[in-house]
């Protein structure tokens, strides 16, 4: 824990009265999850004693009780709105739609990277028939159809799938006028196609929200021709690290989004072990890691600041060491990575 931060948890356990080490340490551990180790927490009394933001009142060593000066109580305060404007300048503090932040995230950096990567693994040739499953606002049809209809010449279909009818809706307004392109409103667990009729399928980290992606996969299966293939990108949300000085913190966060707010929070690494079950080969599986080195950039895909309210609301992390973790994002060199794998997974040639 930085030398700043050690002094600043010490006032805030200061601020409803006098406290002696041993107090102070445990105020911590309830504010924070963390106790100070002993060089820490003396080394902040004797530094912010010689500021005078802290007197000793009487008695015998470490057992003297400490008090906040009123110095130290206009310190805080003044640490505390000038944090409280830092988060808010940094963090959104409002989710936005769904179809902007997919948006987003297919525009940015790591979102061009693997949707690129998908594509060409895709190898859509002229003809082909290819289902986007979960398809969302249409993103990616354009694409796929310059493919399938050999940029104008062939006859190929491209069908953008998504049980959300607002967002069929998007896809269709997107997408009119492009030749080859349909959008059905349907479960990816129950397609309503015949059996071997698409060359092609893709999973856009639409998979992670499928209540069975086993199912999914022996249903898509099912619909593939032989020689078939699906290109899947999944992440593996249990993969998230953020750079923070107490590992303990960023793992709590990191579990609350992988155990609790994604449903299928670990699908990536499991992508390969349910395609084989259901009865692909796995020629390829390639982990593709985003590297955030801006907290904004972050901010916009991985929504830390309502993220962090939702662990500390769901009791992954304490009230403490969730604004401990958004000062920290806020304030310091910022570092993020997180996994996404692209499995490519083929029905065998009959
Ligand atoms: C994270 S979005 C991804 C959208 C799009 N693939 C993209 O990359 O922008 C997930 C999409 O999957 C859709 N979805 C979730 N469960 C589904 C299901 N069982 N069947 C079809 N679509 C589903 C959602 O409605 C949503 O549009």
Known sequence: MATQDAQTLVLCTLIDGPLHGYGINAAIERLSGNRLGPGSLY????????????????????????????????????????????????????????????????????????KGLMLDALAIRPGHTVLDLGCGPGTDLGAMAGAANGNGSGSGRVIGVDIDEEMAARARERTAGLPGVEIAVADMH?????????????????????????????EVRRVLRPGGRIVMGEPDWDSLALDHPDRAVSRAY????ADEAIRNGTLGRELARLAAGAGFTVPTVLPVVSVFRDVQAADAVLGLK????????AGYLTAGAGRDLLDHLATGPFLATVTLYVVVAEVPAG
């Not at 990191?254 to 989004?257: F, V």
């Open 43 to 114: 080394g902040a009394l004797s530094r912010l004693e010689g500021k005078g933001l802290v007197e000793s009142l009487p008695g015998e060593g470490r057992a003297r009780p400490v008090r906040i000066t009123e110095r130290g109580r206009a310190v805080l305060e003044r640490e505390a709105r000038s944090m409280a404007r830092v988060t808010e300048r940094v963090f959104e503090s409002v989710r936005p739609d769904e179809v902007r932040y997919l948006d987003r995230v297919a525009a940015s950096d790591a979102g061009r990277a693997y």
């Open 190 to 218: 129950t397609l309503p196609y015949e059996d071997g009729s698409a060359d092609r399928a893709r999973t856009d980290r639409a998979l992670q929200h499928a209540a069975d992606p086993a199912a999914v996969l022996a």
């Open 254 to 257: 990191t579990r609350y989004i």
């Open 306 to 313: 309502r993220n962090t309210e939702r662990a500390v609301a």
